[in-house]
């Protein structure tokens, strides 16, 4: 069985010592093919190339950016993706049931080898697949703002990510105007504006914080369309009673200021102004408008 093996040696839990002994590990089971990414994206050009070039799998070794950018890689084909978590948070592998120590991960792979691939729907927005989560506004200015401090990420881990959202919602958007616009629907017919943020899900949870998980789309599965969740509300009493209930449960938010759509086909997200949008928390730019769509059977699994 042939496995590329595609890693990001600038991930938080990758070093020089795990790559060695991962790949020797894998080597026991697998013919396998070890490549190291050098810029943003190229995992996702890897992973391209691995559908024509005979391989029987491919394994992420990275954090959720680089799941992302394999996951668009083999997007569409019939080609599984592995994932060895070595990031910071690893939402997908940790939802998904896979160990958070890599080398363990690695170990759990070699077990399942021979399992049959789960084949699973994504969500897509201007061309690019995500995973689990895309959001935008308060959500894509935290990750934004984390990411133009990679040092104290990778430092920090999820210390600097609720240090930054502090600051971010206490001085790093407008709490007092609500400028997003909601529209779902098969022809987008149903709308909802006045809103502050809007976050869409494919599969839960949205993140973790340390072992905790956070619900936004508690109901959000691989297996149905698009979950969103929006706020028409940034006071500080309402969203530290949604933050609150995130993390108390796996039942929606009760709040009268808590929009839930549930299991569309997509969602339209427009701004008077453009907003901050993260994908698998990744920031991708800021935008005006952004149209999500759920495209089913889009990617296989192997875990």
């Known amino acids: 069985m042939r496995l590329l093996v595609i890693v990001n040696v600038n991930a938080q839990s990758v070093t020089p010592w795990t790559v060695e002994v991962i790949e020797r590990a894998l080597a026991s089971e697998f013919k396998v093919d070890l490549v190291r990414t050098k ?3 190229h995992a996702m050009h890897l992973a ?4 024509h070039e005979g391989f029987d799998a491919v394994a992420s070794f990275g954090g959720d950016g680089t799941v992302n ?7 569409g ?17 940790r939802s998904l049931g896979i160990p958070r120590d890599p080398i363990e991960a690695t170990w759990f792979l070699i077990a ?3 399992h049959q691939p789960r084949r699973v729907s994504l969500g897509r927005a201007e061309g690019r697949y995500f995973t689990f989560g895309c959001g935008v506004g308060l959500d894509g200015a935290i990750v934004r703002d984390v990411e133009r401090r990679q040092i104290l990420k990778k430092g920090l881990g999820n210390s600097y990510f609720v240090l930054s959202a502090l600051r971010i919602f206490f001085g790093g958007v407008d709490r007092r ?3 997003i616009r909601l529209r779902w629907g098969p022809n987008l017919e149903q ?4 809103l502050y943020l809007a976050i869409s899900q494919k599969t839960r949870p949205f993140t973790y914080l340390g072992h905790r998980e956070m619900h936004v789309c508690p109901r959000a599965s691989f297996d149905r369309g698009l979950d969103c969740f929006a706020t028409s509300s940034l006071r500080t009493d309402v969203i530290l009673r949604i933050v609150a209930q995130t993390f108390g449960s796996r039942r929606h938010i009760r709040s009268p200021h808590a929009l839930y759509v549930e299991d569309q086909p997509r969602f339209e997200i427009t701004s008077e102004s453009p907003l901050p949008v993260q994908m698998d928390g990744e920031y991708i730019g800021d935008r005006t408008r952004i149209l999500l769509e759920s495209f089913p059977d889009a990617l296989s699994l192997l875990y």
């Open 39 to 41: 810029r943003k994206e």
């Open 48 to 51: 391209r190339g691995a559908v």
């Open 69 to 75: 950018e394999v996951a668009n890689g083999l997007a």
């Open 77 to 93: 084909s019939d080609l599984p993706m592995a994932i060895i978590p070595g990031g910071g948070t690893n939402v997908l592998a």
């Open 112 to 114: 399942n080898r021979r």
């Open 177 to 179: 105007r609500p400028v």
């Open 191 to 194: 709308e909802q504006d006045g």
